[in-house]
């Protein structure tokens, strides 16, 4: 959403290509997921696994809403298309923004890359600090490394259609399989924190 704030004020200023109602969509979308979240957070507090496995399938839902709009548009991003995407995806993941955020997994600040890389560095041995757990935020970088290249990848290789089915294969599986790791065991039925 920093992206898309920025975008607005470019947007705003004249600069050329850039959609003020397309990051306001999106910023508005990533809101009514994030409130989503947040309820989901608040209804499974007592089972982190149950959270999970509720909102990666209910992220598959909109992921296969997504799909279904660019199949009907024949993979072709027209306005309408286009909003529905937006709105779609931007809700996706504000869900899954406000599940991570409860979830609170230590040092995996996966939505703020940089606070990431500033712990990295200021809580490091040189800067006088205690280190902790280093090897989790290098992890942190290298999974948004590797997901933002291998997206970059597939987006310049494959059709907007085959990236999001796999993307909701990708949720499917997730929701699946954290349904049955989190079926009774401690770690997961304990709320964080």
Do not use: K
Not at 23 to 30: G, Q
Not at 87 to 92: D, E, F, I, R
Not at 131 to 140: F, K
């Amino acid at each position: 959403m920093t992206g898309n704030v920025v975008f607005l004020g470019f947007a705003l200023a004249g600069a050329p290509g850039l959609s003020a109602p397309a990051s306001l969509v999106s910023m508005v979308s990533f809101l009514v997921g994030a409130l989503a979240g947040g309820r989901l957070g608040t209804r499974f507090a007592a089972h982190r696994g149950r959270l999970l496995t509720t909102t990666a399938a209910l992220q598959a839902v909109l992921v296969a809403g997504a799909v279904g709009a660019l199949a009907l548009a024949h993979g072709e991003v027209t306005s309408p298309a286009r909003y529905t995407l937006i709105v779609l995806l931007g809700v996706a993941m504000g869900m899954q923004n406000a599940v991570a955020r409860r979830l609170g997994v230590p040092d995996l600040t996966t939505t703020v890359l940089t606070l990431t890389l500033t712990g990295l560095a200021a809580d490091s041995s040189p800067a006088g600090g205690p280190a902790p757990r280093p090897g989790r935020r290098i992890l942190s970088v290298l999974a948004m490394f590797v997901g933002a290249l291998a997206g970059a990848l597939l987006l310049g290789h494959a059709e907007l259609l085959h990236i999001l089915v796999l993307v909701l294969l990708l949720l499917i599986v997730t929701s699946v399989a954290a349904y049955r790791l989190s079926a009774s065991a401690p770690a997961w039925t304990r709320p964080s924190g």
